[in-house]
């Protein structure tokens, strides 16, 4: 095998943005399988807010990508050679890998995505992948929405946020959305069906939330924290569920940043905050990925990808999700699906 | 009837600190009872952090007391008088009443107590009411212990938090408590079988929670929040659990107050924030009575009142829940109990 492999490692942990600098685009050559290794060509590269903790010096629910290490992410690739029984030259499998082209694998880190061609492979990161799977189990298992509930959604044009408030929508809550451009506020409403949208940068999200959600506030499916988390806690009714699946609005922060100032609210309002992360749900997500698929073939849920061309663009498209520049699933495509 | 009732209506709701210029001591003749009505000798009242913020011109989970108003209280007390066939002369009731002598009520608002003389009258405040049931339904249906598991309560030697921490020992937890004194520390130790404690006065509550939950922090009983919880939050384990009963640290601020600053962790650690106030649980009551009584006879649960003597004390009496100079249940002694 002589073939070369490009990998990003992270050179410098970082502290506030992360940008090409705390990365080198590194080439080496590919060794050869041993016995029960596969080669995997890597397709695409998911691009998640959560990238920027696992480039951090701090720990955060996982230990940090250490310096000289390939920067951690979830990719879908093609096994090109297999030295594994258990998977084949051909197959498409899916796992928390690295940002690079090649990657060898024993096998126990990925696994194998029955892929047919009846979506396109990038809907994976779009729906049926983390992101999706996200979505439906924080709402179901955390949020448990009821006919008639008001469920507010933040990054609601975001990978997870908009399968999150269609859900909503599936389950007969009234949804509002929180978006950061009237474009993305546009196609919550109009194309995914959000009963209102709040564009934070040029409302008041306090008196928006207001006008939307006359009944107050039953579930929040929160990415980003911050104020946006303290507007919402000043109208949540009795009993409310917040979902925490992220929270954007610090990841690129060096100081300590303070809980919401509406925190008192959980105890006035017997209100539950729960964080997690869709890793946690790892043995239910036949059961995620049976709904998802069924809700799309009935046409009940839409996606948008967003993609990047190329695996060295990777440092800067990252950023796409903190400046808010992205709509729907962000992933960099690293080389051609292959054909079906 | 010429009886005369004693009653403290507010004046003025507090900024700050409640002290007894926010009350006067006003006095009425008692009026005659009418079809359906009983009257109520108080005999003891209970004073609850929780009647800092009914005083508050905020609403909090109730609407606040008024000012003109009698200050609102939970009371037991016994019926001289009745003109309700469902209500006896000489019935024990409990009920969120007011801080006086006398009150009239119509029934609906108190419940009987079956009182049989078997323990002190004074311990259904201590053990068997909503102290009691507080500490066992946040422990039970929110704390949700497993054997083994590190419980951590503060102000654990308050009414709620000396029950939820040997709730905790009869559920097998390993159980650290927080209080302010020494003298306290001694007490939930020695006497209630806490594992350890913690005088967050006089040590670094940080350090010391390292030093005494060497496996981290499964679930925090919590009625006081502010710094405490910040530093518990840093050391909690994956699917933490934290019953928020109270927030005592901040009742008294007139300013916004931020949360916790390791609010994040709710993230990383997939925890669980959950407020909740004991009448959510109002129909599983029997459940944790039967419970607490049955530990109580088995020698396994312990309570200590503190009496303070007079209804004309209770607004200065208030403040001992705030400057920490209680241990146990503080109840007012507002007449004496009847011979049984």
Not at 7 to 20: A, F, I, K, S
Not at 175 to 194: N, Q
Not at 315 to 332: E, Q, S
Request: hydrophobic share 40%.
């Amino acid at each position: 095998m002589s073939q070369v492999n490009r990998r990003w490692l992270l050179v410098e942990h970082p502290v506030g943005r992360l940008d090409p600098s705390h990365f080198t685009l590194h080439e080496e050559k590919i060794r050869e399988l041993g016995e029960g290794e596969i080669l995997i060509r890597n397709i695409y590269l998911s691009l998640d807010p959560t990238n920027r903790l696992w480039a951090d010096a701090r720990e955060s629910y996982m230990p940090p990508v250490e310096t000289g290490e390939v920067m951690r992410g979830l990719i879908i690739g093609v096994v090109e050679e297999s030295r594994n029984p258990a998977i084949k030259e051909g197959d498409i499998v899916q796992g928390i890998l690295g940002w690079e082209e090649y990657v060898i694998s024993d096998g126990t880190n990925v696994s194998v995505i029955p892929y047919d061609g009846a979506v396109p492979l990038s809907a994976f990161f779009g729906l049926f992948s983390h992101t999706g799977l996200a979505a439906y189990f924080g709402l179901e298992d955390i949020g448990k929405p009821k006919e008639g509930e008001t469920l507010v959604v933040s990054a609601a044009a975001g990978a997870v946020g908009s399968v999150a408030g269609q859900i909503g929508k599936i389950k007969g809550c009234r949804v509002v959305g929180i978006a950061g451009t009237d474009e993305k506020c546009r196609w919550i409403r109009d194309d995914l069906g959000f009963d209102a949208s709040i564009n934070y940068k040029t409302e008041s999200v306090q008196d928006s939330l207001k006008e939307h959600c006359p009944d107050g506030i039953d579930i929040y499916f929160d990415a980003v924290g911050g104020k946006i988390l303290d507007a919402v806690l000043a109208q949540i009714n009795f009993k409310a569920r917040i979902a925490i699946c992220g929270m954007i609005s610090q990841y690129n922060s060096s100081e300590p940043v303070p809980g919401p100032y509406n925190f008192i609210n959980i105890l006035y309002k017997s209100a539950r905050v729960e964080g997690f992360i869709v890793l946690n749900y790892a043995e239910r997500f036949g059961e995620g990925i049976n709904d998802l698929v069924r809700w799309y073939s009935e046409g009940k849920l839409k996606y948008h990808i967003d993609i990047v061309d190329g695996l060295e663009n990777a440092p800067t498209a990252l950023n796409k999700l903190f400046k808010g520049t992205n709509t729907g699933k962000l992933i960099v495509k690293v080389s051609e699906e292959p054909s079906i």
